[in-house]
């Protein structure tokens, strides 16, 4: 959907309608283009801002910084934070413990109120926090379109899925009882979101915590830290209680792991990688001295998805579908097209026919609306780059194949698609999370479902074909959490395609869908004789 405008809905909690997903911006129309790049000379006035830490509603600074740059232009300072370490660890908690002994026992009306309300502050503001994300994560105007409105979609979503939950009942009742049925809040938990989805994730791992009536530690990635405290002053102004959510941005290594081992943190939400992931699962295994329960993990790591291409597809949408889902936001998507397998028969003409799709994508600064802006930070495009040279060695290059210097400082990487790529090879297997697209030749739809699904991975996928057969044989072996049938792997939305994946992709949590708050909360059983 597109329109001229996000609009702005009048609101009462007593009645908020079924939910709509949020509008996007067409920027076709030369007003929206106007007020974007208005709202980005706003935004580009307040760089360089310092920010707290936010324990228990008290500011706290700190000796140590984080310094958010801009990856498009990685001289200039989006944001200096400051860094919690081991010694905010206990404030953090007590401060959440403490704010957790009113906030489970508030109204389920007051926490959907609250989301509603921030809801409709991202809304109004929307094309600010647009230009955030434009500026800390070189995300482009749709990109950044996209996940503020995710963001606005996860706070209606998750506000009505808790009025849901407050009206379970227990489906049977016993002659001589009363029996309900209560989804009660878990505790503490710590929210670890990712860079890439800045907004999107990080607030929607803490929104579905605190109507849920939990309190949050949140500790935001140190790539994209101020995104997350724009959201957190959302937040106090829509008027969350103080030690709701503490805001901690700091070292995986030390703050984080403390606060995951911690023996009061109750549960831990955590969006990237798969090593990152994995560590946290193993910690929150070990029970501590003082730990009363066996602590719950939310996880969502990576995937190394897949399009499959079939030889009587449409090739013009297999094609485009490919182009996006690969070099959107730069591949930096857990989501991303990183390999295509395609039937031999149609092979050569889909690599001529990406080629030239491809070499239509422009590389630049985001502020400009580029198709592609930089990758995250220096050290994500060495590793980018190091995988294109096994590339070049395993297969042949395309189109791409190196940085894109004219584009400017910033840590750009030309859109690089690289053919004959054998399965079970590095480039096939690993995630890359860049803009590189490794292309596979099939023999056939048995095949390329035996590469698709021979990874460690199993998050998202897409099929084009125009056989029912084959549509029905991949909904029953395609083994992945999300699959999309003549359509691109990316772009899941709220409610239509709850998210999540298979086997090392994470715990399947299926965010934005109805089982989502059930993870955050734990079911009480009650039968009363009467």
């Known amino acids: 959907m597109a329109t001229l405008e996000a609009p702005v809905r009048p609101r009462t909690i007593a009645h908020q309608g079924p939910f709509i997903n949020e509008a996007f911006f067409d920027f076709r129309h030369e007003e929206n283009a106007r007020k974007m790049r208005a709202a980005i000379e706003r935004v580009r006035g307040q760089l360089g801002r ?16 984080i310094r958010s740059l801009n990856p498009s232009r990685p001289s200039e300072i989006v944001g200096t934070h400051q860094k919690a370490g081991k010694e905010h660890v206990e404030p953090a908690i007590n401060a959440a413990l403490k704010a957790f002994e009113s906030w489970k026992y508030t109204s389920i009306e007051e926490r959907t109120g609250l989301l509603f309300r921030v809801g409709d502050l991202l809304r109004q503001r929307k094309m600010d926090f647009m230009a955030w994300l434009v500026f800390e994560v070189s995300k ?33 009742q016993l002659p001589g009882e009363h029996d309900s049925l209560k989804y009660i809040p878990l505790g503490v938990g710590a929210v670890i979101p990712p860079w890439n989805f800045p907004c999107a994730i990080m607030a929607g791992m803490t929104m579905a915590s605190i109507v849920s009536g939990n309190t949050v530690i949140l500790k935001p990635s140190s790539d994209s830290p101020t995104i997350a405290a724009k959201f957190v002053e959302l937040l106090e102004e829509a008027g969350i209680p103080e030690g709701v959510v503490n805001f901690c941005p700091g070292s995986g290594a030390a703050f984080g792991d403390a606060i995951v081992s911690h023996p009061k943190t109750r549960y831990i939400a955590f969006t990237g990688s798969r090593e990152v992931g994995l560590h946290i ?38 094609v485009e579908g490919v182009a996006q889902a690969a070099f959107g936001f730069q591949g930096q998507k857990c989501s991303a097209c990183s390999r295509a397998i395609v039937d031999e028969r149609v092979y050569d003409k889909f690599l001529d026919m990406l080629k030239a799709r491809v070499e239509k994508i ?105 056989s029912q057969d084959k549509i029905d044989r991949a909904i029953r072996d395609f083994h992945v959490g999300n699959l999309y049938i003549n359509r691109k792997c990316t772009g899941a939305m709220v409610g239509a395609h709850p998210f999540g994946g298979f086997n090392m992709s994470g715990t399947d949590s299926k965010s934005g869908g109805p089982d989502y708050l059930y993870l955050f909360t734990q079911a009480k059983s009650i039968g009363e004789k009467i």
Do not use: H
Not at 52 to 60: A, E, F, Q, T
Not at 155 to 160: I, K, N, Q, S, V
């Open 50 to 65: 310092e920010y707290d830490l936010i324990i228990g509603g008290k500011r706290v600074k700190t000796a140590d910084k």
């Open 140 to 172: 482009n105007w749709g990109e950044a379109d996209a996940d503020i409105s995710e963001t606005i979609d996860f706070c209606e979503f998750y506000a009505r899925e808790a009025l849901r939950l407050a009206k379970a009942e227990a489906p049977v």
């Open 281 to 318: 699962n193993k910690s929150a295994a070990t029970q501590a001295p003082g730990q009363l329960w066996i602590k719950r993990t939310i996880l969502e790591m990576g995937g190394k998805d897949a399009i499959i291409v079939d030889a009587d597809s449409d090739i013009d949408s297999a």
């Open 362 to 466: 422009t590389v630049g600064d985001p502020a400009e609306n580029t198709n592609m802006g930089a990758v995250i930070n220096e050290g994500s495009m060495k590793t980018i780059l190091g995988y294109i040279e096994q590339g070049k060695k395993d297969g042949r290059v395309i189109t791409g194949g190196e940085r894109a210097t004219e584009a400017g400082e910033g840590y750009y990487i030309r859109p690089t698609v690289i053919a004959d790529i054998p399965p079970k090879s590095k480039l096939e297997q690993e995630e890359i999370f860049g803009p590189v697209l490794a292309v596979i030749k099939s023999r056939g739809f048995d095949q390329a479902l035996e590469i698709a699904n021979d990874t460690e991975f199993g998050l998202t996928g897409a099929v084009y074909t125009k």
